[in-house]
């Protein structure tokens, strides 16, 4: 037999213990005491990397990974720097590790537990290559083995779904960005991403509910490019977490060379759609998934856009598109979190996960 859920008087379903909505909620003030907390910290360690690395390289695993693939756009886009993804497999099962020549490496990993990430991180010291971590326990072995260390200041997460961490990773991200480019205006913009949080949390009370619509779904598209391809990895994951749906990402290009092939009349599709320079390429494929029949969700800031969805989850106008991962994830998460609840599964602790995976 099911779980049983009551709805709560905010407007949100709540599971027996509601921890996965709380710790949703929770995003606002944990960027908020990361930013006040931690940027003369990231000030600091910034200068103290100026013109030892050519390139990053970012060890993690899970959420974390898919925060390493905004980094890709984010110190492309904003600091000139190339970043590319740790396998961790060459430093673990296979025992060959590449050269870290010219490198920052970074590892990502909220308990700062898992072996291979740490074991990354050992091989660039070996190699005097400088280090740093993320992570939100700061008395963990991979805070004990990197020079450099940023705490998310997240408080204990325990929902076994990342959100709050997830978030976090990305605002500390893009402090390092704004602080390695010492660039006040985008740190102004920066300081505004707990409200925007706060503000899609309260607009999507009402319209959440809505998702019972997917409560059949099996599988689904995740769709997001540029900035935003970060996003589509997290809201698939979640989705697989939390409600046992098959669900793909793709950047909207990638989708196009093939895996369109798959849809058909009624296939649910997510697509991540700020404005900005990917607003015209998500237009174009919205053309082509409605000539397929698709049933297209979108999350977006862009009133045009998501007026051609048949399901829409809006994020406030005001964020640009470097910042938009941070809060276009939020809708996502909510829809995860209420899809697992319609399917009678429990969202707080998912069947088969632990909250902290240790990988080899």
Not at 22 to 41: A, C, F, G
Not at 289 to 313: C, D, M, Q, V, Y
Request: proline share 6%; glycine share 6%; aromatic share 8%.
């Amino acid at each position: 037999m099911g779980l049983r859920y009551e709805p709560i008087k905010q407007g949100f379903p709540m599971s027996k213990s509601n921890i996965l909505l709380h710790e949703i909620e929770e995003q606002p003030s944990v960027i908020r005491n990361l930013l006040d907390y931690e940027m003369e910290n990231i000030r600091s360690i910034t200068r103290s990397f100026q013109g030892k690395f050519k390139y990053i390289l970012i060890a993690a695993r899970g959420s974390s990974d898919n925060a390493a693939r905004y980094a890709q756009y984010l110190f492309g886009a904003y600091n000139k720097i190339q970043v590319a993804l740790a396998t961790p497999s060459l430093f673990t099962l296979y025992k060959r590790p590449p050269s870290l020549n010219e490198a920052l490496v970074i590892g990502i990993s909220q308990s700062g537990q898992s072996p291979d990430i740490i074991e990354v991180l050992k091989e660039a010291k070996k190699q005097g290559r400088p280090t740093l971590c993320i992570t939100n326990e700061f008395n963990s072995k991979l805070t004990k083995t990197a020079d450099e260390v940023i705490k998310l200041h997240a408080r204990k997460e325990k929902a076994i779904a990342a959100t709050k961490t997830y978030t976090a990773s990305l605002v500390a991200l893009a402090l390092i960005s704004c602080c390695l480019d010492n660039d006040p205006k985008r740190l102004k913009q920066l300081m505004m991403v707990p409200s925007w949080i706060s503000q899609t949390i309260n607009s999507l009370k009402n319209l959440i509910s809505l998702t019972q619509r997917y409560r059949y779904m099996e599988h689904c598209v995740v769709i997001g490019r540029g900035f935003n391809y970060a996003t589509a990895f997290e809201i698939a994951l979640k989705l697989k977490e939390l409600t046992k749906v098959f669900c793909e990402p793709y950047s909207s290009a990638d989708f196009l060379h093939g895996p369109i092939a798959t849809i058909g009349k009624g296939v649910p599709v997510i697509i991540v759609a700020p404005g900005g320079k990917v607003k015209r390429d998500i237009e174009n494929i919205l053309i082509k998934l409605r000539t397929l029949g698709a049933e297209t969700i979108i999350i977006s800031n862009n009133t045009p856009l998501l007026l051609k969805g048949r399901f829409l989850l809006p994020f406030p106008k005001s964020a640009d598109e470097w910042l938009s991962p941070i809060i276009a994830i939020v809708p996502g998460q909510l829809f995860a979190r209420q899809l697992a609840i319609e399917k009678s599964l429990n969202p707080d602790n998912p069947i088969g996960l632990t909250k902290v995976t240790e990988t080899y």
